[in-house]
């Protein structure tokens, strides 16, 4: 029984460390995508960019949610020890290589 909470309470604190971390890569993703991207690089109008960044904020926002949802279907399958722990670590490589990517380009848009 103790175990099971244990493990109950690793998987979803897991899925809360997750959900942070791709919470922090879509705010750092909106910033390069939908700010840096199209005002600094494309140089759109001001009026154009709010519109952009708040519809794209939307679809951003909506892919988030998706993600939470399967990600915690893969949390709930560690409970249950039908998901081999590579493939948690998988999807917490996948959101560092997002986050990471967003961070380099905007330093990289920064840069221009």
Do not use: C
Request: overall charge positive; glycine content about 6%.
């Amino acid at each position: 029984m103790r175990h099971k909470l244990g493990l109950t309470a690793l998987g979803y604190g897991l899925w809360l460390a997750s959900a942070a971390l791709s919470f922090w890569a879509m705010l750092w993703l909106r910033i390069v995508l939908l700010i840096d991207l199209p005002g600094d690089v494309l140089a759109i109008n001001p009026f154009r960019l709010a519109a952009i960044d708040k519809f794209g904020l939307v679809i951003l926002g909506a892919a988030w949610l998706v993600f939470l949802v399967i990600s915690e279907s893969f949390f709930r399958k560690l409970i249950a020890h039908q998901l081999p722990k590579e493939r948690i670590l998988r999807v917490f490589a996948i959101e560092a290589l997002l986050l990471g990517s967003a961070y380099a380009a905007h330093a990289l848009i920064q840069l221009i």
